[in-house]
């Protein structure tokens, strides 16, 4: 099995906002810390309430991104916004181009979000939200070098902005820079809250890193919170730490319990079938290959490897 790679995580750990215009403008920030799912991608923390509509907030014209309200939703209200020639500042105006651009995100429209999170920095060069989810689109499209700088960026306006450094590991992670990935990880949990997203990659970092030990007890932690989104993947990848370690009855432990828990989880049949293989059960390994086709068949390296395995002994 092929170490846990950035893109494999599920969108709530890239810590992707939901935002929403709902109140009036302050000079700072109204926060509201929030938690949600994107497989792997993210969805976020925190939602920015800022700035009111002309109108009453309603599904069909709020510029916001919310659970209740689509991308096209947000995009709709956000358009509908900025054509209002109602007297704003350049702030509150690039607050809605924001919004707009996560909008966009959130379709996977990054280069109509980038035109977006771009016209948002030109209007007030210190936002920070503006280069940090300027950042995430870059991330998305594996423009590392590019993300790097708008984390950068946001870090300098907001040296305490946790999700930036939570958002410069991963870019860290992806370009195997694994010291400054922990380095971050550490920052952004000292900041605070220490979220199960923060343990999760940081117990990635160790694993990559072979420190089995410390990967094991991080990753225990995000097993242990019920609330925690990647709790699936964190019981496959201590499950594969055990193994490292020879802890053979405590690996298939977590094996077992991971396709128990989430019988639709392909990643933990192909962790399974891995086990079963290197122990030559080939009859268990080729049955939790076809459990991890049939569910997860997108994870290209496994994939391959089992229906080698499978057209081989078949």
């Excluded at 809250?193 to 030990?213: C, E, G, H, M």
């Excluded at 932690?221 to 802890?247: F, H, P, S, T, W």
């Amino acid at each position: 099995m092929q170490t846990t790679g950035v893109h494999q995580l599920k969108r709530a750990s890239l810590e992707v906002p939901r935002l929403t215009l709902a109140r009036p403008l302050h000079r700072k920030y109204s926060v509201r810390r929030r938690y949600t799912y994107v497989g792997l991608l993210a969805t976020g923390y925190f939602a920015i309430a800022l700035t009111a509509l002309a109108a009453e907030r309603r599904n069909e014209s709020a510029c916001a991104t919310d659970t209740n309200i689509s991308a096209d939703q947000t995009i709709d209200g956000c358009t509908k916004y900025l054509q209002d020639r109602a007297d704003r500042s350049n702030e509150q105006t690039a607050v809605a181009y924001v919004i707009r651009g996560q909008g966009y995100s959130l379709k996977n429209d990054l280069d109509r979000a980038i035109a977006d999170f771009d016209k948002a920095i030109e209007l007030n060069p210190k936002s920070s939200d503006g280069f940090r989810f300027r950042g995430l689109a870059h991330f998305s499209k594996q423009d590392y070098e590019r993300a790097l700088t708008d984390f950068n960026s946001a870090i300098l306006l907001r040296p305490n902005y946790r999700s930036a450094y939570y958002n410069r590991a991963l870019v860290f992670l992806a370009k195997e820079d694994l010291t400054q990935a922990g380095a971050d990880l550490d920052e952004a949990a000292r900041i605070g809250p220490r979220t199960s997203n923060i343990i999760f990659l940081r117990a990635t970092v160790y694993k990559n890193q072979k420190d089995w030990k410390h990967a094991i007890e991080l990753f225990g932690g995000v097993i242990d919170d019920k609330a925690a989104v990647n709790r699936n993947i964190a019981l496959v990848e201590r499950g594969l730490a055990y193994m490292k370690l020879g802890q053979e009855f405590r690996a298939i432990g977590d094996f077992d319990r991971v396709v128990r828990e989430f019988s639709s989880f392909g990643y933990g049949y192909y962790a399974r079938a891995s086990f079963y293989e290197e122990r030559g059960d080939l009859a268990r390994a080729m049955e939790d290959c076809g459990m991890g086709i049939r569910y997860n068949p997108g994870l290209r390296d496994e994939n391959k490897r089992c229906s080698r395995l499978i057209e081989k002994h078949r």
